[in-house]
Protein backbone atom coordinates (compact mmCIF):
# COMPACT_ATOMS: atom_id res chain seq x y z
CA UNK A 1 0.00 0.00 0.00
CA UNK A 2 3.01 2.39 1.00
CA UNK A 3 4.71 1.90 -2.65
CA UNK A 4 0.93 2.47 -4.67
CA UNK A 5 -0.06 5.17 -2.71
CA UNK A 6 2.56 7.87 -4.52
CA UNK A 7 1.66 6.25 -7.72
CA UNK A 8 -1.95 6.78 -7.18
CA UNK A 9 -1.22 10.74 -6.21
CA UNK A 10 1.44 11.00 -9.39
CA UNK A 11 -1.36 9.33 -11.54
CA UNK A 12 -4.41 12.18 -10.24
CA UNK A 13 -1.83 14.81 -10.41
CA UNK A 14 -1.36 13.98 -14.08
CA UNK A 15 -4.58 13.18 -15.07
CA UNK A 16 -5.39 16.88 -13.31
CA UNK A 17 -2.95 18.33 -15.33
CA UNK A 18 -3.90 16.99 -18.65
CA UNK A 19 -7.54 17.97 -17.76
CA UNK A 20 -6.58 21.59 -17.27
CA UNK A 21 -4.26 21.98 -20.15
CA UNK A 22 -6.87 20.68 -22.30
CA UNK A 23 -9.66 23.54 -20.50
CA UNK A 24 -6.96 26.16 -21.33
CA UNK A 25 -6.70 24.72 -24.64
CA UNK A 26 -10.53 25.03 -24.93
CA UNK A 27 -10.30 28.72 -23.65
CA UNK A 28 -7.73 29.91 -26.07
CA UNK A 29 -9.58 28.47 -29.35
CA UNK A 30 -9.39 29.74 -31.34
CA UNK A 31 -5.90 30.99 -31.78
CA UNK A 32 -5.53 30.42 -35.40
CA UNK A 33 -7.43 30.62 -38.71
CA UNK A 34 -10.81 28.09 -39.23
CA UNK A 35 -10.98 26.67 -42.61
CA UNK A 36 -14.62 26.62 -43.90
CA UNK A 37 -15.34 23.83 -46.60
CA UNK A 38 -18.05 24.92 -48.71
CA UNK A 39 -19.50 22.03 -51.34
CA UNK A 40 -19.87 24.46 -53.95
CA UNK A 41 -18.29 26.41 -56.30
CA UNK A 42 -16.75 30.35 -55.96
CA UNK A 43 -20.01 32.83 -56.69
CA UNK A 44 -22.45 30.21 -56.16
CA UNK A 45 -25.08 31.21 -53.31
CA UNK A 46 -24.24 28.45 -50.77
CA UNK A 47 -20.55 30.40 -51.26
CA UNK A 48 -21.82 33.62 -50.75
CA UNK A 49 -23.30 32.40 -47.67
CA UNK A 50 -20.23 31.00 -46.21
CA UNK A 51 -18.26 34.14 -46.78
CA UNK A 52 -20.45 36.31 -45.44
CA UNK A 53 -21.06 33.95 -42.13
CA UNK A 54 -17.60 33.60 -42.40
CA UNK A 55 -16.54 37.16 -41.67
CA UNK A 56 -19.09 37.98 -39.44
CA UNK A 57 -18.26 34.60 -37.27
CA UNK A 58 -14.16 35.45 -37.86
CA UNK A 59 -15.22 39.28 -36.15
CA UNK A 60 -16.54 37.59 -33.01
CA UNK A 61 -14.26 34.69 -32.62
CA UNK A 62 -11.07 36.84 -33.58
CA UNK A 63 -9.86 34.93 -35.90
CA UNK A 64 -10.56 34.52 -40.00
CA UNK A 65 -12.68 31.55 -41.35
CA UNK A 66 -11.09 30.73 -45.10
CA UNK A 67 -13.15 29.41 -47.71
CA UNK A 68 -12.17 26.33 -49.25
CA UNK A 69 -14.62 25.80 -52.13
CA UNK A 70 -14.91 21.69 -53.16
CA UNK A 71 -17.80 20.94 -55.37
CA UNK A 72 -18.94 17.80 -56.73
CA UNK A 73 -20.77 14.45 -55.75
CA UNK A 74 -23.49 16.29 -53.81
CA UNK A 75 -21.51 17.76 -51.62
CA UNK A 76 -19.65 13.89 -50.72
CA UNK A 77 -16.70 15.13 -51.39
CA UNK A 78 -16.35 18.34 -49.09
CA UNK A 79 -18.01 16.14 -46.49
CA UNK A 80 -15.23 13.37 -46.66
CA UNK A 81 -12.66 16.19 -46.24
CA UNK A 82 -14.70 17.13 -42.93
CA UNK A 83 -15.52 13.87 -41.59
CA UNK A 84 -11.57 13.03 -42.18
CA UNK A 85 -10.07 16.28 -39.96
CA UNK A 86 -8.94 16.62 -36.64
CA UNK A 87 -11.75 17.15 -33.81
CA UNK A 88 -10.36 20.48 -32.69
CA UNK A 89 -12.77 22.73 -34.39
CA UNK A 90 -10.24 24.59 -37.19
CA UNK A 91 -12.16 22.48 -39.96
CA UNK A 92 -15.67 23.06 -40.47
CA UNK A 93 -18.34 22.02 -43.00
CA UNK A 94 -21.11 24.45 -44.76
CA UNK A 95 -22.67 21.44 -44.73
CA UNK A 96 -26.62 21.57 -46.70
CA UNK A 97 -29.83 19.17 -47.40
CA UNK A 98 -28.12 17.39 -50.27
CA UNK A 99 -24.99 16.61 -48.32
CA UNK A 100 -26.49 15.27 -45.62
CA UNK A 101 -30.21 14.30 -46.12
CA UNK A 102 -29.96 13.44 -49.93
CA UNK A 103 -26.33 11.98 -51.05
CA UNK A 104 -26.41 9.10 -48.00
CA UNK A 105 -29.64 7.98 -49.47
CA UNK A 106 -28.55 7.92 -53.29
CA UNK A 107 -24.83 6.13 -53.02
CA UNK A 108 -24.63 2.84 -51.75
CA UNK A 109 -20.98 3.51 -50.91
CA UNK A 110 -19.85 6.80 -49.17
CA UNK A 111 -16.72 7.00 -47.46
CA UNK A 112 -18.16 8.67 -44.63
CA UNK A 113 -21.24 8.31 -42.24
CA UNK A 114 -23.11 11.66 -42.73
CA UNK A 115 -24.56 11.07 -39.30
CA UNK A 116 -22.23 9.42 -36.91
CA UNK A 117 -19.21 11.47 -38.55
CA UNK A 118 -20.16 15.02 -37.91
CA UNK A 119 -21.56 16.96 -34.61
CA UNK A 120 -24.32 19.36 -35.77
CA UNK A 121 -23.34 22.79 -34.94
CA UNK A 122 -26.05 25.19 -36.61
CA UNK A 123 -28.65 25.36 -38.91
CA UNK A 124 -27.87 28.99 -40.76
CA UNK A 125 -31.18 29.23 -43.53
CA UNK A 126 -33.58 27.56 -44.95
CA UNK A 127 -35.09 27.96 -48.78
CA UNK A 128 -38.20 27.05 -50.10
CA UNK A 129 -38.43 25.43 -53.98
CA UNK A 130 -41.17 26.98 -55.82
CA UNK A 131 -43.39 25.44 -58.67
CA UNK A 132 -43.14 27.23 -61.90
CA UNK A 133 -44.67 26.12 -65.26
CA UNK A 134 -44.26 27.97 -68.95
CA UNK A 135 -47.22 30.49 -69.30
CA UNK A 136 -48.79 28.99 -72.12
CA UNK A 137 -49.81 26.22 -69.96
CA UNK A 138 -53.84 26.78 -69.62
CA UNK A 139 -53.42 26.87 -65.69
CA UNK A 140 -53.59 29.65 -63.54
CA UNK A 141 -53.12 28.55 -59.96
CA UNK A 142 -51.88 25.01 -58.65
CA UNK A 143 -55.29 23.94 -58.47
CA UNK A 144 -55.65 24.48 -62.36
CA UNK A 145 -52.69 22.69 -62.45
CA UNK A 146 -53.32 19.44 -60.73
CA UNK A 147 -56.57 18.95 -62.48
CA UNK A 148 -55.03 19.46 -65.74
CA UNK A 149 -51.95 17.12 -65.20
CA UNK A 150 -55.03 14.52 -63.86
CA UNK A 151 -57.34 15.36 -66.83
CA UNK A 152 -54.33 15.04 -69.62
CA UNK A 153 -51.56 12.46 -68.88
CA UNK A 154 -48.69 12.53 -70.98
CA UNK A 155 -49.17 15.87 -71.99
CA UNK A 156 -46.94 17.38 -69.62
CA UNK A 157 -43.33 16.97 -67.77
CA UNK A 158 -41.82 18.55 -65.39
CA UNK A 159 -37.76 18.82 -64.82
CA UNK A 160 -35.05 19.10 -62.61
CA UNK A 161 -31.20 20.03 -62.38
CA UNK A 162 -30.34 16.68 -62.35
CA UNK A 163 -31.24 13.35 -61.03
CA UNK A 164 -31.40 12.22 -57.45
CA UNK A 165 -31.09 16.25 -56.90
CA UNK A 166 -33.22 18.16 -54.58
CA UNK A 167 -35.77 19.63 -57.39
CA UNK A 168 -35.95 15.83 -58.70
CA UNK A 169 -36.73 14.56 -55.31
CA UNK A 170 -39.55 17.34 -54.92
CA UNK A 171 -41.28 16.21 -57.93
CA UNK A 172 -41.87 12.96 -56.98
CA UNK A 173 -42.89 13.74 -53.37
CA UNK A 174 -45.72 15.97 -55.87
CA UNK A 175 -46.42 12.99 -58.18
CA UNK A 176 -47.16 11.28 -54.65
CA UNK A 177 -49.09 13.43 -52.70
CA UNK A 178 -50.95 15.17 -56.10
CA UNK A 179 -51.70 11.70 -57.63
CA UNK A 180 -50.05 12.82 -60.61
CA UNK A 181 -48.10 11.01 -63.10
CA UNK A 182 -45.93 13.80 -64.60
CA UNK A 183 -42.82 12.38 -66.28
CA UNK A 184 -39.29 13.66 -65.04
CA UNK A 185 -36.46 15.34 -66.63
CA UNK A 186 -33.77 16.29 -65.46
CA UNK A 187 -30.90 18.56 -66.99
CA UNK A 188 -27.86 18.65 -66.05
CA UNK A 189 -27.80 22.28 -63.73
CA UNK A 190 -30.30 24.36 -62.91
CA UNK A 191 -29.75 27.13 -65.39
CA UNK A 192 -30.33 24.29 -68.29
CA UNK A 193 -33.72 23.64 -66.90
CA UNK A 194 -35.08 27.34 -66.10
CA UNK A 195 -33.91 27.76 -69.98
CA UNK A 196 -35.83 24.58 -70.90
CA UNK A 197 -39.28 25.79 -69.30
CA UNK A 198 -39.13 29.21 -70.75
CA UNK A 199 -38.76 28.25 -73.70
CA UNK A 200 -41.71 25.42 -73.59
CA UNK A 201 -39.56 22.36 -73.77
CA UNK A 202 -40.59 20.76 -70.55
CA UNK A 203 -43.66 22.22 -68.75
CA UNK A 204 -43.18 22.87 -65.10
CA UNK A 205 -39.56 23.16 -63.06
CA UNK A 206 -40.15 22.87 -59.57
CA UNK A 207 -36.70 24.76 -58.36
CA UNK A 208 -35.10 27.34 -55.63
CA UNK A 209 -36.39 30.71 -55.79
CA UNK A 210 -33.17 32.59 -56.30
CA UNK A 211 -32.87 30.49 -59.73
CA UNK A 212 -36.29 32.05 -61.05
CA UNK A 213 -37.18 34.97 -59.14
CA UNK A 214 -35.97 37.75 -61.88
CA UNK A 215 -38.14 35.43 -64.85
CA UNK A 216 -41.23 35.16 -62.63
CA UNK A 217 -40.96 38.96 -61.90
CA UNK A 218 -40.52 39.11 -65.57
CA UNK A 219 -43.47 37.32 -66.47
CA UNK A 220 -41.28 34.73 -68.26
CA UNK A 221 -42.31 32.02 -65.83
CA UNK A 222 -45.78 31.42 -63.59
CA UNK A 223 -45.45 30.80 -59.83
CA UNK A 224 -48.18 28.15 -58.78
CA UNK A 225 -46.59 27.10 -55.25
CA UNK A 226 -44.24 27.23 -52.53
CA UNK A 227 -42.78 23.94 -51.17
CA UNK A 228 -42.44 25.11 -47.43
CA UNK A 229 -44.92 25.30 -44.59
CA UNK A 230 -45.15 29.21 -45.08
CA UNK A 231 -45.17 31.39 -47.61
CA UNK A 232 -42.04 33.13 -48.97
CA UNK A 233 -41.29 36.66 -48.02
CA UNK A 234 -40.24 37.09 -51.64
CA UNK A 235 -43.10 35.46 -52.99
CA UNK A 236 -46.03 36.57 -50.56
CA UNK A 237 -48.92 36.33 -52.83
CA UNK A 238 -48.04 32.35 -54.27
CA UNK A 239 -49.69 30.31 -51.99
CA UNK A 240 -48.20 26.70 -50.57
CA UNK A 241 -48.54 23.61 -51.68
CA UNK A 242 -49.80 22.58 -48.08
CA UNK A 243 -52.54 25.46 -48.63
CA UNK A 244 -53.42 24.36 -52.16
CA UNK A 245 -54.69 20.94 -50.65
CA UNK A 246 -50.83 18.77 -50.35
CA UNK A 247 -51.81 18.75 -46.63
CA UNK A 248 -47.72 18.43 -45.08
CA UNK A 249 -45.91 18.67 -48.40
CA UNK A 250 -42.30 20.39 -47.35
CA UNK A 251 -39.14 19.97 -49.32
CA UNK A 252 -36.60 22.98 -48.36
CA UNK A 253 -33.01 23.65 -49.32
CA UNK A 254 -31.18 24.38 -46.31
CA UNK A 255 -27.52 25.18 -45.01
CA UNK A 256 -26.03 24.55 -41.76
CA UNK A 257 -22.69 24.14 -40.02
CA UNK A 258 -20.75 21.14 -39.29
CA UNK A 259 -17.30 19.83 -37.30
CA UNK A 260 -16.40 16.53 -37.57
CA UNK A 261 -17.37 14.16 -34.69
CA UNK A 262 -15.61 14.00 -31.22
CA UNK A 263 -15.08 18.21 -31.70
CA UNK A 264 -14.86 19.05 -27.92
CA UNK A 265 -18.59 20.58 -26.31
CA UNK A 266 -16.55 23.80 -25.29
CA UNK A 267 -15.21 24.78 -28.96
CA UNK A 268 -18.52 23.91 -30.58
CA UNK A 269 -20.51 26.14 -28.20
CA UNK A 270 -18.25 28.67 -28.92
CA UNK A 271 -19.13 28.03 -33.00
CA UNK A 272 -22.34 28.13 -32.12
CA UNK A 273 -22.61 31.28 -30.27
CA UNK A 274 -20.37 32.78 -32.73
CA UNK A 275 -22.98 31.68 -35.56
CA UNK A 276 -25.93 33.13 -33.37
CA UNK A 277 -23.99 36.76 -33.41
CA UNK A 278 -23.43 36.10 -37.19
CA UNK A 279 -27.16 35.61 -37.68
CA UNK A 280 -27.74 38.83 -36.16
CA UNK A 281 -25.33 40.58 -38.36
CA UNK A 282 -27.00 43.21 -40.87
CA UNK A 283 -24.82 41.75 -44.50
CA UNK A 284 -25.22 38.23 -43.18
CA UNK A 285 -29.56 38.90 -43.18
CA UNK A 286 -29.09 40.74 -46.28
CA UNK A 287 -27.57 37.42 -48.10
CA UNK A 288 -29.77 35.51 -46.69
CA UNK A 289 -32.90 37.23 -47.94
CA UNK A 290 -31.68 37.94 -51.20
CA UNK A 291 -31.01 34.13 -51.33
CA UNK A 292 -34.68 33.86 -51.26
CA UNK A 293 -34.36 31.99 -47.61
CA UNK A 294 -35.12 32.24 -43.93
CA UNK A 295 -32.33 32.92 -41.43
CA UNK A 296 -33.11 30.13 -38.93
CA UNK A 297 -30.36 29.91 -35.72
CA UNK A 298 -31.20 25.97 -34.91
CA UNK A 299 -28.48 24.46 -32.87
CA UNK A 300 -26.78 21.36 -30.94
CA UNK A 301 -29.21 18.25 -30.55
CA UNK A 302 -32.17 19.78 -32.06
CA UNK A 303 -30.32 20.59 -35.52
CA UNK A 304 -28.70 16.98 -35.22
CA UNK A 305 -32.87 15.79 -34.61
CA UNK A 306 -33.68 17.87 -37.65
CA UNK A 307 -30.78 16.39 -39.90
CA UNK A 308 -32.25 12.84 -39.00
CA UNK A 309 -35.53 13.49 -39.69
CA UNK A 310 -34.53 14.94 -43.53
CA UNK A 311 -32.68 12.26 -44.31
CA UNK A 312 -35.18 10.07 -43.35
CA UNK A 313 -37.75 11.59 -45.35
CA UNK A 314 -35.52 11.63 -48.49
CA UNK A 315 -34.41 8.27 -47.96
CA UNK A 316 -38.01 7.52 -48.41
CA UNK A 317 -38.66 9.12 -51.23
CA UNK A 318 -35.33 7.70 -52.72
CA UNK A 319 -36.31 4.10 -51.89
CA UNK A 320 -40.07 4.14 -53.06
CA UNK A 321 -39.00 5.83 -56.56
CA UNK A 322 -35.68 3.44 -56.78
CA UNK A 323 -33.55 6.48 -57.82
CA UNK A 324 -29.95 5.88 -57.67
CA UNK A 325 -26.42 7.51 -58.74
CA UNK A 326 -24.51 4.48 -58.47
Known sequence: MAF????????????????????????????????????????????????????????VLGQSLVIENKPGAGGSIASDIVAKAAPDGYTVLLGNASSHAVTPGLYSKLPFDAEKDFAAVTLLASAPNVLVINPALPAQNIGEFIAYARANPGKLNVGSGGNGSLSHLSAILFNSMAGTDIPHVPYKGAAPAV?????????????????VSQQIQAGKLRALAVSSPE??????????LDEAGLKGYNTQAWFGLFVPAKT???????????????????????????????????SGPAFADFVKTEAAKYGAIIKQANVRID
Open 4 to 59: NAPLRYLTAAITLGLGLSAAAAHAEYPDRPIRLVVPAPPGDGSDQLARNVGKAMGD
Open 264 to 298: PAPVVAKLQAAAAAALKNDAVLNNIKNMGAVPQGM
Open 195 to 211: TAVMSGEISALMINIPT
Open 231 to 240: RSPVLPDVPT
